[in-house]
């Protein structure tokens, strides 16, 4: 018995120092899957989070884009830019954590979130504050930095669309918003106005048009 009590307590200090091991590498990998600019969720946790979100509940799907951002690069420098990325980030996290919700950063100036929503008739009241949250303008430098977003909503039938597809229209809704200086409009049906290509709204970056030349939503 006295043996494998002098066991046990000679397990304890080793016990202990694979708890602190194991917490550690669990922050280390929570840190891996945060953007490291705003320290919110990357796509990938992002997108996880999000789609457990739509199986379990009526949800809605924001695509939020920062307005006139290249000009705050080329008038301010890249530091602003980042100074008002942090803090759309920051205000965006703040919205979502009271929705009980899922949020990300996509990538430049483009963020993503998924929240609960069962009403339709509550989200723009939601949409009204979170734009009004989000264009406060940004302190840098001794200087107030105007910002601006246009959001798009995807708020449809339960069960709705996968993340995927409903990103894709609320990211037509967004586009639709800022076409006509920015704002929030909130979509409600699941097929595309535009074509697709590369997975990618006809238009956007990367799919090889000018964004300029497509046409707002109507």
């Known amino acids: 018995m006295t043996a494998i009590v002098h066991t046990l307590a000679a397990a304890g200090p080793l016990a202990a120092g694979w708890s602190v091991h ?3 590498m669990r ?3 929570d840190q891996a899957r945060r953007d490291p600019l705003t320290g919110l969720p990357g796509r990938d946790a992002f997108e996880k989070h999000a789609a457990r979100l739509l199986r379990k509940t009526r949800c809605a799907v924001l695509l939020i884009d920062l307005d006139g951002f290249k000009q705050i690069n080329d008038v301010h420098g890249h530091a602003a830019g980042d100074a008002a990325i942090r803090a759309a980030g920051e205000r965006l996290g703040t919205w979502v954590r009271v929705q009980d919700g899922a949020v990300g950063r996509l990538g430049g100036d483009e963020f993503a979130a998924v929240v609960r929503m069962p009403h339709t008739s509550d989200l723009p009241m939601e ?7 989000v264009c406060e303008p940004v302190e840098f430098d001794g200087h107030l930095i105007p910002l601006g977003c ?3 909503a995807y708020h449809g039938p339960f069960p709705g669309l996968g993340l995927s ?3 894709r229209v609320a990211d037509e809704a967004m586009y639709g918003a800022k076409q006509t200086g920015g704002g929030w409009l909130i979509t409600s049906n699941p ?3 535009y074509r697709t290509v590369n997975g ?7 799919t090889g048009i000018d964004a300029g030349s497509v046409g707002g939503v109507s």
Not at 200 to 206: C, E, L, S, V, W
């Open 165 to 167: 597809a409903a990103l």
């Open 27 to 29: 922050r280390r990998l």
């Open 200 to 206: 990618r709204r006809d238009g956007r970056p990367g």
């Open 127 to 133: 949409l009204r504050t979170l734009h009004q949250m």
């Open 191 to 193: 097929t595309p106005a």
């Open 150 to 152: 246009s959001i798009g």
């Open 22 to 24: 194991t917490l550690s």
